[in-house]
């Protein structure tokens, strides 16, 4: 049983920040690539950001200059800072986790935590 749990949503004013973080636990034998995916009201979901294993970060165009991701191999941890925020950032954000629970390849699979809502007021 693998878990994600994100925390860091809530309102905030356009222009402001808010970092969301999210932690996986359970058995886990290694991560891939970790992300934050979010999902507007009437519109399909979409990738953030992406973080690799290896630190190398992606983005979606509409937040680069204004998110960072960022995460710790340690902990098994992902963040992402949201800096300038919009109004159309407006969604639920979702933490998710490539990852191995075994040491054999059969066992990858993608695990998502619950969401969390971020709210930009204009």
């Known amino acids: 049983q693998v878990q994600l749990v994100e925390s860091g949503g809530g309102l905030v004013q356009a222009g402001g920040s808010l970092r969301l973080s999210c932690a996986a636990s359970?058995?886990?034998?290694?991560?891939?690539?970790m992300g934050w995916y979010r999902q507007a009201p009437g519109k399909q979901r979409e990738l953030v950001a992406s973080?690799?294993?290896?630190?190398?970060?992606e983005y979606v165009d509409s937040v680069k200059d204004r998110f960072t991701i960022s995460r710790d191999n340690a902990k098994n941890t992902v963040a992402l800072q949201m800096n300038s925020l919009k109004p159309e950032d407006t969604a639920v954000y979702y933490c998710?986790?490539?990852?191995?629970?075994?040491?054999?390849?059969?066992?990858?699979?993608?695990?998502w935590g619950q969401g969390t809502l971020v709210t930009v007021s204009s």
């Open positions: 998710n986790a490539n990852l191995r629970t075994t040491s054999r390849w059969w066992s990858t699979l993608d695990a």
């Open positions: 359970g058995t886990i034998f290694s991560i891939n690539t």
């Open positions: 973080i690799t294993s290896g630190g190398m970060p």
